[in-house]
């Protein structure tokens, strides 16, 4: 008996160490589930994470996402399946096909399925929400549980990039009854399907706290709390362990990696530009403009205002990076003597001053100057200084105004100004940003250049709208950044360079998000980073 | 010679309903101010929100965010939603502005009622015992450091101790409150907070204790001079009853008025502070609301803070006379 018992302990104890070396082999393959992750940014308030309630910036969309599931996502090499697991485009019927999920819940527990697509794009045609734009969208109809067709009213190329990948789905049940979203203040305004659930927003803090869905369709995310916290100093909460991902800026790279730190760097999708009131002489004359840029030096903008950290824009809008980028977009060599021949060739003649003047008038402007950059971050304007000398080097006299920043958006928003500086991201995103950026129907941006003048241009662009053909649509956009390029409705001037720092010893592994998250987002916080 | 001793009349209750006549008339005005001033900022909420946005507006889609988001009730109803205490929703957050109120009140209280409570308790203690050790060493240099502690400003002194203190010694936090979310006990969460509070606390007490120091001991010299000091002296009392109970008492009343304009001032006050450890207060409330122009926020902020410095001036007003009672017999 005493023997048979020993041998049954040995036996165990050999099938103990057996189980304990199977699970020490796979060890390193299976991620190690953590307890928190704390994200920062100075601002810290975006607003409450629904599609009715965050701010309508990149880092309010990024707080939804963690509760709103979209039909599909983007990662860090591109499209990948998110509610909907596949998608087909059938030209003859104008429709996308989605094969949704199976076994999919919100957080309250109820199940998932197509009607809920559907109720959602019927919800916002009814309710817009902003970021996706319905206009080209018939309707939808659920074909089972779990396939889901949309209709178009005509041929629309950005749809996964302004619909499918940015629309958040909203459950049924809940939202049926609500009549206006806006102040929908209920707790179960934030029942999504998302990978985490949200817990809490305190205004005067600035924080957000969401727990794991454990029920995800995707599997368990890698962290059981997600945090944000508002803190305006990057470089001391990222190098003393308070926070685990944070934008930094670039001069912070080089302390922090050394402190053993993950330094992301973005690629070039957010410009710094000059926006200019085509609308009045002497800015309405392309020549005018033309000397404009001739008389502006990007590289020495970047170099004397931000340290050499930032490359110079292309002047056709799309980033250099973008695989719609045209090569033959002109550019503009920086080059005083040519803008001063070209100034005088349309009647300004050198004053006792040394500014032109004509008719009598002296050539007079104002530069509205900003403090935004990357991120929804907001920075001391230096940029504006720098341009005023370079046209004053050329013989224009410049008046720069910093003035708070709504103040300076309203006066843009109202044309009531020469020359602005202003920002906006989204260049490596899909090329519908070129209709958000040049279009004159767009009133409330003041990014956006209000340009009706050139028929062709406004032609293009309807065109690369509705073009399915991926190679078609390319040589339409290339000729829209010549055009623009050609025509200077507004001024890329340089792309900042835009950073991100993490800690990797939680194991989790940050990025930039290919063309950006949603529309275009230049931030390294995808939630797919705490899901896979 | 006979003198004839007229007893000073006592202040009437007619005087003092006329003196909070006069308040209330004030804070009438006030609650206008507060009303018309925010609406003449350029740009609305739809402007400051969206303009540079990730999403671009048609003219319809501009026309019906500025059509929900355009409060204009006139000031008869805003008077009257004043006194039902309703003071109207963020546009930001959707939210009654009083909830957004009562969260960042309590962080500014914390912070700026401890700093000017210590600040004025080290700051009269110190000036009072400068004053009494006069032209000695100590009570030079004393003078000396704070009228240089005086000359530097709170965003000097916020950057240099988070430099030291936060990234270079790491002693302390770099922002917030408390550690967010952190499951800790009560006492812990305490704790927290108060480690938190360290630097920001810090830096306003070496901003506002200096001025409260060198007023103290000015006040302090002029009253040691008087001759009911000498009296106190020659009767044999104790040098501290002497100093607290008849010198100091006497030098007390400009540091009451100091101490009542900084709390009024509480809201405003921090806001270097609160923004350089991106402390939740209502300076960083007010200083959000009005970059977004949350008009409704705005309003509530400037006027509460208004009827603050009001009330602490009434309030002012009645402590004097406690402190010092020749004045209720001033005319």
Known sequence: MRKQMRGFVC???????????????????????VKEIRIADSKGDWGYPNPYRHYPRGPGYIRMSWVFDTLVWKDDKGYIPALARKWTYDPKSLSFTFELQKGVKWHDGRPFSSADVVFTINYFKKHPYLWVPMDDVAGAEAMGKDKVVIKLTKPYAPFLAYIGGVMPILPKHIWE?????????????????GPYKFIDFNKAKGTYLYEAFTDYYQGRPRADRLIYIKAGKPLMILSTGKVDLANIKPDMAKPLKKKG?????????????????????????KRFRKALAHAINQQEIIDKAHRGFGSPASFGLLSPDHEFYSTNTPTYVPDPAKARRILESIGYAGGTDGFYTKDGQPLKIEILASNITVAGESVADRDGEVIKRQLEAVGIHVDLVNMEQATTDGRVIKWDFDLAISGHGGLLGDARILNRMIMPKVTGSVNSARFGANKELLKLLKAQIAEMDITRRKNIVCKIQEIYADELPAISLYY????????????????????????????????????? | MQINMVPHPKRSTPGRLGTIITFSLAALAMIYLSYSLPRLLPGDFVTAMYSSSHV?????????????????????????????????????????????????????????????????????VTGVEAAWRRDSR?????????????????????IILLVVFALKLQWFPAAGAETAYAEVSLLARLATISHH???????LILSYFPGNFLMTRNSMIMVIKAPFITTAKAKGLPPGRIRYAHAARNALLPLVTRFG?????MITGALVVERIYSYPGLGTLLFNAIQARDLPVVQAVVLISSLIVLAIILGLEFIYRMIDPRIEHAH
């Not at chain 2, 003078?143 to 400003?153: A, D, H, K, R």
């Not at chain 2, 304009?261 to 001032?265: D, G, I, P, T, V």
Request: with cysteine; charged share 15%.
């Open chain 1, 11 to 33: 036996k165990l104890f050999l099938l103990v160490v057996f189980v304990i070396g199977i699970f020490c082999s796979v060890g390193p393959t299976v991620l190690a589930q």
């Open chain 1, 177 to 193: 009854n609500v009549t206006d979203p806006r102040k929908y203040n209920d707790p179960r305004a934030f029942i999504g399907c």
């Open chain 1, 261 to 285: 730190l993950v330094i992301l760097v973005n690629a070039r999708g957010w410009n710094k530009k000059l926006m200019i009131n085509h609308k009045k002489p002497p800015f309405n004359d």
């Open chain 1, 496 to 532: 900042p360079a835009s950073m991100a720092a993490y800690n990797p010893k939680k194991g989790i592994k940050w990025y930039y998000t290919v063309g950006g998250i949603s529309l275009g987002i230049p931030i390294a916080q995808n939630k797919m980073s705490l899901v896979k």
């Open chain 2, 56 to 124: 671009t507006l048609t003219a319809e889609q501009e026309a019906e965010l500025r059509a929900y988001y355009t409060e204009e009730p006139g000031f008869g109803r805003y008077l009257f939603k004043l006194v039902r205490l309703d003071w109207g929703y963020s546009y930001a957050f959707l939210t009654p502005v009083s909830e957004l109120f009562f969260g960042a009140l309590p962080w500014t209280l914390l912070l700026l009622g401890t700093a000017n409570v210590l600040s004025m308790f080290i700051g009269f």
């Open chain 2, 138 to 158: 100590l009570e030079k240099g004393m003078v000396g450091g704070m009228t240089v502690l005086e000359g530097i400003p709170e965003i000097s002194t916020g």
């Open chain 2, 197 to 203: 509070l360290a630097l920001p606390l810090t830096t």
């Open chain 2, 261 to 265: 304009l900084r709390f009024a001032f």
